[in-house]
């Protein structure tokens, strides 16, 4: 049966809701001080996964609310960063910890036939485990 | 906890070795494999440190992402490294990717793990 991840105990916290609504806020007005400010943060791919992990538990609505608009700030980012002229290399890091976050969330939404998929195939290779070389 | 490496993952450790012989990126992906199982056997999921994310579970198995703990930036960026668990046995996966802004999709794992069977047949 699959389980939609689950990270008990952990709960979202005022702290990284301010932080993650003020960020998307901010990417409302300026997409410079929405970079800066994830600096100055140091809000990173996790955070953002954690929250919205824990969000999913609580509130599945809300939390694909937020995907959404993570998604279509990396779409933003990616169409006007060289319009911007801002700096590539930060440019880069956010789109891949956002790109990464959202392979995660999209792994974590597998479907329960991809799961099952998954657990016959690695079943098969540990039985195969004797070929297998080892760490 | 017995950890085995896909052959086509361990493959990719021999050439992250080659490449990377200052950093030895491929003994810290083993650091953090082992370091990972421990926590994985040992703790239960809320305990996890940050850079181990369960992604789900079917049956008996799970599928674990873990980030690779390295000095500077980027440096782990452009792989990424998966654990298949099911009680004392871990597979390891290692895909490289294509694009530093690629995604890897559920179906391209169960592609990489359908290959695996395919080179496993091989030997």
């Known amino acids: ?135 | 906890m017995r950890v085995y490496i896909c052959p086509k993952a361990h493959k990719a450790l021999k050439d992250i070795s080659k490449s990377h012989k200052k950093e030895d990126l491929a003994t810290k992906i083993k650091e953090s494999v082992s370091e990972a199982s421990n926590f994985i056997s040992q703790k239960p999921p809320s305990e996890y440190p940050s850079w181990i994310i369960l992604l789900g579970k079917s049956g008996e198995w799970s599928l674990y992402k873990i980030r690779v703990a390295i000095s500077g930036k980027g440096k782990s960026r452009g792989l990424r490294v998966y654990l298949a668990c099911k009680n004392d046995l871990t597979l390891l996966l290692i895909f490289h990717l294509k694009s530093k802004r690629e995604q890897y999709t559920m179906k391209e794992i169960l592609e990489f793990l359908k290959n695996c069977l395919v080179s496993i047949g091989k030997t």
């Open chain 1, 1 to 135: 049966m699959n389980e939609v991840i689950s990270l008990e105990g952990l709960e979202v916290t005022y702290l990284q809701e301010f932080k993650f609504k003020f960020l998307l806020f901010c990417l409302k007005i300026s997409l410079r001080l929405y970079l800066a400010l994830f600096y100055i943060f140091g809000v990173t791919e996790k955070d953002l996964l954690s929250y919205t992990v824990c969000l999913f538990n609580q509130d599945k609505s809300r939390a694909q609310k937020y995907i959404e608009s993570i998604r279509k700030s990396v779409a933003l980012l990616d169409k006007r960063a060289q319009m911007l002229r801002l700096n590539q290399a930060h440019v880069e890091y956010f789109l891949s910890e956002a790109n990464e976050f959202l392979e995660d969330i999209s792994l974590i939404n597998a479907s329960q036939e991809q799961w099952d998929q998954f657990s016959n195939l690695v079943s098969r290779i540990a039985e195969e485990k004797e070929h297998l070389p080892t760490i």
